[in-house]
């Protein structure tokens, strides 16, 4: 067996087996229902024959398959093998099935060679279709499930693609807004600069290092988070406070890299610092029903106020919200939910809302 290679009566493969098996009773029971109702022998004579041949059929070539398929996703052989298989399940079947009816009913084994050619063909013909169908139906779902299956990597890729298209799009804007300010800084306060510049390298060789993974703990989302609010506090000094409130319980769920950060930036940006005395923004996470809530508050200027600074048309907080939602929308779908609402004594709350992993 190669490194890798999938064994071939796997968990899986026998579930399917067994799938296979019972649908195949289901039906002999079906066709010898037919016969023994259109007179051709007793209902339990031809419920022995009828299972044995399809039960005999059903095995040689379900196992058969799996053998000549060797660790293939597609589990079914390609060319003349899945046309000899099948010719091989049906001889098997159509004898051994005989041999065994022959025995329950008493008559000598197989009977069948004394039977009218009429009826000898009418059995040959019923056997045939009756298996050759059952192979083609069970052939079209394994095809089926593969195709899914391949529409569903194809998916997952095209997400996880789009995915690290945001977070290289968030990174920079981050970034760019940074040494923006940093290079007001140099001219104004040349000490704090410094200091900035230090933390911005600090912050960033954690970045660079870290994985570029589709979702971290919710803690290293936090920890990252409070490296991005000290940079910041560089540069506002006691204009910025903040606090983060993370729950010991949550610390391992997993989120998608910078899904907070965005909204921090956007609370600063458009919500603290039009305010002369700045304000305060609080971090929290909690768990309600199954859901994993994030809230971002702050005591800026508020939406109203937020937005009519922005008329000018620079690029304003649409940018940083507009990302989150898109990657809330990839990774969870309709079960992502973002809200944006006034607090009632000033300032504003970004609530994230999506299923809590169960790993969590």
């Keep these: 067996m190669s490194v890798g290679a999938l064994p ?13 098996g019972l649908i195949t009773v289901i039906f ?19 419920m022995v024959y009828s299972l044995s041949i399809g039960t005999i059929c059903w095995l040689v070539i379900d196992t058969g398959r799996l053998l000549l398929s060797g660790h293939k996703e597609v589990l079914w052989p390609h060319g003349l093998w899945s ?23 008493g008559a000598p084994p197989l009977e069948f060679r004394n039977l009218a050619a009429r009826k000898m063909a009418s059995t040959i013909v019923i056997t045939l279709v009756a298996t050759i169908g059952m ?45 923006a300010n940093l290079r007001v800084l140099i001219t104004t306060d040349p000490p704090r600069a410094v200091a900035m510049l230090d933390r ?35 540069r506002m000094g006691e204009r910025l406070c903040y606090t983060l409130d993370l729950p010991e319980d949550l610390r391992d769920a997993p989120v998608p890299p910078l899904l907070l950060q965005p909204l ?13 005395e700045g304000g305060e923004i609080v971090v929290r996470a909690r768990q309600d029903a199954g859901r994993l809530v994030m809230e971002v508050s702050d005591t800026g200027v508020g939406i109203d106020a937020a937005q ?22 990839a990774v969870y779908g309709d079960q992502g939910r973002m809200s944006l609402a006034a607090e009632p004594a000033g300032g504003t709350r970004t609530t994230l809302s999506f299923p809590l992993s169960p790993h969590a």
């Design 264 to 276: 921090v930036e956007n609370s600063i940006r458009h919500g603290l610092e039009p305010k002369v």
């Design 83 to 105: 046309y000899g298989l099948i010719a091989l399940g049906i001889t098997v079947g159509f004898l051994g099935g005989n041999v065994i009816g022959d025995a329950w009913v």
């Design 135 to 179: 192979c083609f139906f069970f052939f079209s779902l394994g095809k089926s499930k593969h195709m899914q299956s391949q529409l569903n990597v194809a998916q997952r890729n095209a997400t996880e693609a789009r995915l690290k298209l945001l977070e290289t799009q968030l990174e920079p804007h981050m970034l760019f807004n940074t040494l």
């Design 200 to 234: 911005l390298n600090n912050y960033l060789r954690m970045t660079l290092s870290g994985s570029r993974a589709l979702a971290h703990p919710l803690s290293a989302e936090f920890e990252r988070l409070a490296d991005y609010l000290e940079l910041m506090s560089v």
């Design 8 to 20: 071939r009566f796997r968990a899986e493969n026998i579930r399917g087996m067994l799938r296979h």
């Design 308 to 329: 009519s600074s922005q008329s000018d048309g620079s690029e304003g907080s649409g940018f940083g919200l507009e990302q989150v939602r898109e990657r809330l929308a």
């Design 28 to 46: 002999c029971c079906l066709i010898a229902s037919a016969l023994a109702i259109s007179g051709n022998g007793s209902w339990e004579s031809q």
